[in-house]
């Protein structure tokens, strides 16, 4: 069963990039998201890169004159970091974004003299209210690789465009109901993540 809610009746939904990233700041919600997005995959304890819990609207400055990058939410477990961002505009130039996002997240992690095997993997995760490839996927994942011989580079940077809507065949299950509260505000009585989640909208 599911409790429908008036999305007009909630000023800023999950939807909205501020209330995403604010809500986002909770740790566990943090994880059950990247364990739907990633199904299988049991994520560690996450924490902000300074060992606090989750930073909102985590800036990097990469330089006296270059861009800086303001992310929505930036966190780290034991061997990876993840950026999570929420898209409601098709840019093309979105690509572009986490090229620039993944590099601006390795430079904030080194300090002179310590060596590139240190540097943990990455992950630059766009949740999208829309089909930027058109191919009607759920998630579009994406790392360097020899396009001649299909043999990955191996610097473990990853690039995922997560689809809010793809067609429900195309959809994980774990998804669904993720995907159905992005888009809609459903809240389905037998789902406690999407409840959390939708309990901590429903509080700022």
């Given at each position: 069963m599911l409790i429908q809610n008036n999305p007009s009746s909630i000023q800023y939904p999950l939807n909205n990039d501020i209330m995403f990233a604010l809500v986002m700041n909770d740790a566990d919600l943090c994880?059950?998201?990247l364990e739907r997005i990633f199904p299988g995959r049991k994520v560690r304890m996450l924490k902000v890169c300074d060992g606090s819990d989750v930073e909102v609207?985590?800036?990097?400055i990469t330089g006296m004159i270059s861009k800086s990058v303001r992310l929505d939410v930036l966190f780290e477990d034991d061997d990876s970091l993840y950026s999570i961002e929420m898209q409601n505009m098709n840019d093309a130039a979105l690509p572009m974004r986490g090229r620039y996002y993944a590099s601006a997240m390795d430079i904030d992690q080194l300090r002179r003299g310590e060596e590139y095997k240190e540097l943990k993997k990455n992950y630059v995760i766009f949740i999208c209210t829309f089909d930027h490839y058109g191919l009607e996927q759920a998630v579009y994942s994406f790392q360097n690789y020899d396009v001649k011989n299909s043999l990955p580079?191996?610097?473990?940077?990853?690039?995922?465009i997560v689809n809010t809507t793809a067609p429900v065949e195309n959809t994980p299950q774990e998804l669904m109901p993720f995907f159905d509260y992005v888009n809609r505000m459903e809240v389905p009585e037998d789902d406690a993540f999407i409840q959390a989640l939708h309990a901590q909208v429903e509080k700022y």
């Open positions: 994880r059950g998201l609207q985590n800036t990097i580079y191996g610097d473990e940077s990853f690039k995922l």
